[in-house]
C-alpha cells in the first residue's frame, strides 16, 4: 500500500510569484487536507477536500485555494506569494468515515 | 474555542528513564485525541488516539496515552527513553466528529541522552 505522496521536495520562489503543491493520497482515502507548518511551529490547517468539494476552511486568505481530482489527489495553489509564505507544507488522506490523518513527507517552499 | 497546550517547548531524558510529555485540551464537545511524531525533515507519523474508547491508548514504540476529562488532559508516557525517540512530539485535537479539521499544539522538543 502506498502512502501518501507530496511533490516537489523543496521549491524556491520570488515575492509575487505563483505556486504549485502536488499530493496523491493513500489508497482509498477520500478526503484530502492540507497544512501549512512554519518554522519551529505546529501544522495550521489550509483546507480539506472531500471528494472534489472544499469542506472546511482555516484562516488563509482567499489566495491559497486548492483542487481535488476524480483520483483524490490534490493540488495547492498560493498566488502572489509572500516571504511569510515560507513554510512546510504538508498534504494529509483521510479514508471516508475514519478519523485518523495520514500525512505525507511535505513540501518545503522558501520564498525570497 | 477548541484548542490543545503542549505544556513543556523541550524535555530532556536520559536513555532508559521514563518520558512524560504533558498535554491540555479545550473542546466543548466530546474530542479525538491524537500523538503524531515528527522526526527531522520527515512527516507526521501517527503515535496513538483516543476517540471516546478507552480511556488508557496503547501506540505504537511503546508510547500510551491517558484521557483524563476531569482534568482536560491526555498526556503522552513511554516507560524507557530510547535513542530513536529523539523527535518533535505534536498533541493533536479533532474536536468535531467526522471532520479532518485538526488543531496542533505548539510542539515538544523531546531530547534522548546517552
Known amino acids: 500500500e502506498t502512502g501518501v505522496t507530496q511533490s516537489p521536495t523543496h521549491l524556491i520562489k520570488t515575492r509575487g510569484q505563483q505556486v504549485t503543491l502536488r499530493c496523491s493520497s493513500q489508497s482509498g482515502h477520500n478526503t484530502v487536507s492540507w497544512y501549512q507548518q512554519a518554522l519551529g511551529q505546529g501544522p495550521q490547517f489550509i483546507f480539506q477536500?472531500?471528494?472534489?468539494?472544499?469542506?472546511g476552511r482555516g484562516n488563509f486568505p482567499p489566495r491559497f485555494s486548492g483542487l481535488q481530482f476524480p483520483n483524490y489527489s490534490s493540488e495547492l495553489n498560493v498566488n502572489a506569494l509572500e516571504l511569510d509564505d515560507s513554510a512546510l507544507y504538508l498534504c494529509?488522506?483521510?479514508?471516508?468515515?475514519?478519523?485518523?490523518?495520514?500525512f505525507g513527507p511535505g513540501t518545503r517552499l522558501t520564498v525570497t | 474555542a477548541q484548542s490543545v497546550t503542549q505544556l513543556d517547548s523541550h524535555v530532556s531524558v536520559s536513555e532508559g528513564t521514563p518520558v512524560l510529555l504533558r498535554c491540555n485540551y479545550s473542546s466543548s464537545y466530546s474530542p479525538s485525541l491524537f500523538w503524531y511524531v515528527q522526526h527531522p525533515n520527515k512527516g507526521l507519523q501517527l503515535l496513538l488516539k483516543?476517540?471516546?474508547?478507552?480511556?488508557l491508548v496503547k501506540g505504537i514504540n511503546g508510547f500510551e496515552a491517558e484521557f483524563k476529562k476531569s482534568e482536560t488532559s491526555f498526556h503522552l508516557t513511554k516507560p524507557s527513553a530510547h535513542m530513536s525517540d529523539a523527535a518533535e512530539y505534536f498533541c493533536v485535537v479533532n474536536p468535531t466528529s467526522g471532520t479532518y479539521k485538526y488543531i496542533f499544539g505548539t510542539g515538544t522538543r523531546l531530547k534522548v541522552l546517552a
Open positions: 477536500y472531500y471528494r472534489e468539494e472544499e469542506n
Open positions: 483516543y476517540t471516546s474508547a478507552a480511556t
Open positions: 494529509a488522506s483521510s479514508p471516508g468515515g475514519g478519523n485518523e490523518q495520514y
